[in-house]
């Protein structure tokens, strides 16, 4: 199996999640999926484009989809997590009110989960990969 190699499209994607990440800054919100979702978005920009610029382009056996696939999941899981909580303290600092827009308590909840949410990852990455190789075509 070939993996595709990085062209424009990321470069592209990536200016998108930072112009939709500015607008989101600047609006008064606390609630927890918006950054949730743009910690998902950030963690799977950053694995995507490691992924793809270490080893784009080159021919991975099939048998090492699923280990790969696994572990990409896992850690984009974990780094959903961190980056979920690091966005939450930079919109904390960004707007500096006396009240924060996420107190200290919902950060740290956010940095437990992270083992369960990289499991999570790895669990998915586990299917994504079974989907690939099950329509994987020699």
Request: aromatic share 12%; glycine share 14%; net charge positive.
């Amino acid at each position: 199996m070939r993996l595709p190699s990085t062209g424009r499209w990321p470069q592209r994607l990536a200016l998108i999640y930072g112009a939709a990440l500015f607008l989101w800054f600047s609006v008064e919100d606390n609630t927890v999926w918006p950054v949730t979702l743009f910690g998902l978005g950030l963690a799977m920009l950053i694995m995507g484009l490691t992924t793809l610029g270490k080893i784009g382009q080159k021919v991975i056996p099939v048998r090492a989809l699923l280990p790969l696939a696994a572990w990409f999941g896992g850690l984009t899981g974990l780094g959903t997590s961190i980056a979920t909580a690091g966005l939450m303290f930079f919109k904390n600092a960004l707007h500096a009110h006396v009240f924060l827009d996420f107190p200290p308590g919902l950060m740290l909840a956010i940095l437990e989960r992270a083992p369960v949410w990289g499991a999570v990852g790895m669990l998915v990455g586990c299917g994504l990969g079974l989907g690939c190789w099950a329509f994987h075509v020699e």
